[in-house]
């Protein structure tokens, strides 16, 4: 990644939230919650908008 990407506060809040999303959805899934698929479209949502703005960002 470039150092314009990684300075930027959106993409890197958006990456480090999809991961604990995704940690989320693996503890529920351990416990039998089934809130679990929610947590993990959640975090590919997340995921596709961060990767979509450090794309502009890299464009520019």
């Known amino acids: ?14 990456l480090i939230s ?13 416990y039998n919650i089934s809130y679990w698929v929610f947590f993990v479209v959640v975090s590919w949502v997340v995921l596709f908008l961060s990767a979509h703005r450090a794309d502009k960002i890299m464009k520019n």
């Not at 990644?1 to 958006?14: A, E, F, R, T």
């Not at 999809?18 to 351990?30: C, H, M, T």
């Open 18 to 30: 999809s991961i604990i999303l995704s940690g989320i959805a693996i503890v529920l899934a351990l």
């Open 1 to 14: 990644m470039n150092v314009k990407v990684l300075q930027d506060i959106k993409v890197v809040s958006g």
